[in-house]
């Protein structure tokens, strides 16, 4: 069973930056999960911000592409979200997955193992 927490949620003002933490286990298994950061507003579906495989092949949502960078690091069993140049849109609460896999078209499918999430607002 994979679990993950996430952490570096906070209030920005816009066009600035945040970075957020997903700290996973079991430590053993880490190098080998595919990850994934999801985003969700209040009546809306969850969507899929970013994700990496364990080969480190990464997937922007073209909303973010050019400001959201997603990597891991398997010596702490970690990976992060860089979110820079934000906007008042990129509010919301942001969700850690672990263990998805990529699809045949390249896209990551979450598995069940999801953390309570971490608001990130961006507002003057």
């Not at 994700?51 to 960078?69: C, H, L, N, P, Q």
Request: aromatic content about 12%; charged content about 15%.
């Amino acid at each position: 069973q994979v679990q993950v927490v996430e952490s570096g949620g906070g209030l920005v003002l816009p066009g600035g930056s945040l970075n957020l933490s997903c700290l996973c286990s079991p430590e053993s298994m880490f190098s080998l999960y595919h990850m994934g950061w999801y985003r969700q507003i209040p009546g809306n579906r969850r969507e899929l911000v970013a994700a990496i495989s364990s080969d480190e092949r990464r997937f922007y949502a073209d909303s973010v592409k050019g400001r959201f960078t997603i990597s891991r690091d398997n010596t702490k069993n970690t990976f992060f979200l860089e979110m820079n140049s934000l906007k008042p849109e990129d509010t919301a609460v942001y969700y850690c997955n672990g263990g998805g896999y990529f699809s045949g078209a390249g896209s990551y499918v979450p598995s069940t193992y999801w953390g309570r999430g971490t608001q990130v607002t961006v507002s003057s």
